[in-house]
C-alpha cells in the first residue's frame, strides 16, 4: 500500500515555522495583516474563508473578513479593494472567488494591490512567476511544490504529468516545476480536454497531479507503479447512507491508485490544508516585504 502524504501534517510544520517568523515581525514592530474579502453566500466559499481566517488567527496574524451581500455592485467592491490597499495595516489581502455573475472577476483581481495579492492572481505576479522572479505564487500549487519538496519527492529530474490546465492550479504548477530551479527542474507535462488518450500519459508519470475537477477520474490502471500522486480534487458526490447525504473525493480514486502508487495525498487531508499554510506564508511574506521598505524608505 501507498505511503500517505500528510498534507495536515506538512502544513502544521508550516505554521509551526511562520509561528516564529511572525514573532519575530511583532517584536520589530510589524504585525501581519490579512482581509479576506466574501461576496454572497455560496457555502463552500463561506467555509474556505472561515477556514482561512481561523487560521491566520491562530497564528497570531491580523485578520479580517468582510462580508457584502450577494447583490454587490462592482462598483461597490472596487470601492473597497481601493480602501483596503490604500490601508498600511492590511499586508495581503484576497476576493474569495467566485463571484456573483454582475461582478467581473477579471476585473476585481486586476485592481487589488499586486504588493497584497497573497492569492497570487494579478497578471504581474502571474508575469513575474513566467519569468522566474520573486512574486506571490497561487497557494495550491505552491502548497502542492512544497508537500513534494517535504516529504522527499524532489520534482528535480523527475517526469510530472499535471492533469488539468486551470489558471489557479495545473498551469501556474506546470510554469513552477518546469524552472531550473532547485525543488523543480522537472519535465513537465500538462494534460486538458484537448489531450487524446490521457492515460497514455499518466502511465509515464513518476509525479501524478490530479486537478481535474471530476470524482475519481483517475484509477489505478493509469498509474505507473510506484508513482507518487497528489490529488487536489475536492468533489462532493452523494452519499445517501451518511448523515449529511455526501461525502467528498478527489480526483483519484484513492483505493485502486494506492495499490500501484508509492505515495498518495489524500482527500480530505491532503493538499488542502497545504493551501491554507501558503496564504499564511504569502500574508507573512507580504508584511515582511512591506515593513521592511517602509522602515528604509
Ligand atoms: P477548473 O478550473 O475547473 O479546471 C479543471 C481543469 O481540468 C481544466 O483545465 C480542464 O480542461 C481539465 N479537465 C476537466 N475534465 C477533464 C477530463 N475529463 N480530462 C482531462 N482534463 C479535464 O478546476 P480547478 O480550479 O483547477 O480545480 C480542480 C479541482 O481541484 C477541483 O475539484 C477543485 O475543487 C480542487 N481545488 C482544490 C484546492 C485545494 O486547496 N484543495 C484548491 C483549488 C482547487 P480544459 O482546460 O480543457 O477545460
Redesign the pocket.
Known sequence: MAKIIDGKQIAQEIKDELKEKIKELKSSGCVPGLTVVIVGEDPASQIYVRMKTKASQELGINSETIALPAGTSQTRLLELVDKLNNDDSVHGMLVQLPLPDQIDEDVIINSISPEKDVDGFHPLNRGRLVAAEDTFVP??PL?IQEMLIRSNFDPNGKHVVI????????MPLAIMLAQKKAGANATVTL?????KD?SHFTKQADILVA????PE?IKGDMLKEGAVVID????RVNAPEMEKGYRIV??VEFESASKRAAAISP?PG???P???AMLLSNTVKAASNFCASSSTG
Open positions: 497557494c495550491t502548497g492533469v488539468g490546465r486551470s489558471k489557479i492550479v495545473g494534460c486538458h480536454t484537448g489531450t490521457i486537478a481535474v475537477g471530476r477520474v487536489v480534487g475536492v468533489n478527489g480526483d482527500v491532503g493538499v488542502g497545504m493551501t491554507i
